[in-house]
């Protein structure tokens, strides 16, 4: 029988259940999770006629101004997920320091690292931003959880997902288990399993870069661009589209759904911090669905999921997407 159709808290409890051993906690933060989710998704669609549109006063802890739904969505996840019992501590892309839970309300034993909305330049164009996250067991005592707890691998995370608040709002979901996607029935306040089992197809004929930043690329990424960029003519003997929306939630979207390749590579003017998109908020979590869907994800030279997190904002080069696309960029890396 066909599972379309089903909850997600349906389909959340449904793989519960297949874990005997399970305490339900995950299944009870990812509701709480999805509850957060659908209250950004309303305040997004309303930003402009509730006065949430624009730029605030403030920056965040990488130096980037915020926008006023930046700080709101941080707050909208804080409040949800802080006294539901199963959290021992967050982190936030809009926070310098981990977040603590408040004394008063019970710890669980996950961690969440979230990018509470991102592609966050796209709000006031009403182009689609979403929210990313990833959880991970605290290892040590989840009583005094500290900055090195978070300190894991990707390849440690349980569970994790982004939202899409498009045309329509998705949630996609990964336990290590496929990649699952959700559409709101915005009527019934319920998320829809509509694309169960997603796979990116191993070969492509998309791009997604920034090409403004061409002239401070390094030599792999060139001569692959180039070739794309070339079409029928050059070595590859095809055509090439491109895209790129500046909201890697939407573009991994599109991947995910019709295969690609997905681009924020180190360049000279970004490499004194690392890269551009962030390891713990953006990165891993990404990485890890795409990996889940049959996608490859890498830096260019390391897989990012094996990557040993170093501090909680730190940023990496990426390289994501269909397989043998992904795989050839490796190879321009491991050959120049
Ligand atoms: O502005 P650029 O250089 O095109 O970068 C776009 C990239 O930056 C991001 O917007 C970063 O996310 P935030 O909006 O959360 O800072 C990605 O979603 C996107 O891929
Ligand atoms: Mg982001
Ligand atoms: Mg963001």
Redesign the pocket.
């Known amino acids: 029988m066909s599972d379309i159709g089903k909850s997600v808290n349906q389909f959340i409890v449904e793989e519960q259940r297949a874990h005997p051993a399970s305490t339900g906690d995950l299944t009870g933060l990812l509701n709480d999770i999805v509850s957060a989710c659908k209250k950004i998704s309303h305040l997004v669609s309303r930003s402009n006629i509730i006065g949430l549109g624009g730029y605030a006063d403030s920056e965040n802890v990488q130096g ?1 101004t915020q926008k006023k739904l930046d700080i709101i969505t941080n707050e909208v996840m804080v409040d949800h997920l802080k006294w539901t019992g199963h959290l021992a501590a967050m982190a936030s ?1 809009e926070i310098e320091e981990i977040i603590q839970i408040p004394s008063k309300f019970p710890k669980g034993k996950y961690l969440i690292c979230f ?1 509470p ?5 796209n709000i006031d164009i009403n182009l689609s931003v979403g929210t990313i996250f990833s959880i991970l067991r605290c290892p040590n005592d989840c009583k005094n959880p500290t900055l090195k707890d978070f300190m894991q691998k990707g390849t440690e995370q349980v569970c994790a997902g982004f939202t899409v608040y498009g045309p329509a709002t998705m949630l996609i979901l990964t336990t290590g288990n496929g990649v699952n996607g959700f559409t709101l029935d915005s009527d019934v306040g319920e998320f829809i399993l509509t694309h169960p089992n997603m796979r990116i197809p191993k070969d492509t004929a998309e791009f997604a870069i ?1 090409m403004s ?1 061409q002239r401070f690329w390094e030599a792999p990424v060139q001569k692959y661009v180039e070739e794309c960029m070339k079409g029928l003519e050059g070595d590859r003997e095809k055509n090439f589209n491109m895209r ?1 929306v ?4 939407a ?1 991994v979207y599109r991947v995910l759904t019709r295969g690609g390749i997905f681009m ?1 590579p180190i360049d000279s003017k970004i490499a004194k911090q690392g890269g ?2 962030r390891l713990m908020y ?1 990165a891993n979590p990404m990485s890890f669905i795409v990996e889940q869907a049959g996608g490859v994800s890498s830096t260019g030279t390391e897989r990012i999921l094996d990557i040993q997190p170093e501090s909680i904002h730190q940023r990496v080069p990426v390289i994501m997407g269909s397989k043998n696309e992904v795989d050839r960029v490796v190879r321009y890396h491991q050959e120049t």
């Open positions: 980037e892309e990018d909305l991102d592609g966050s330049s920034n930043n790129w500046a909201s890697m939630v573009e924020y551009k998109l953006e």
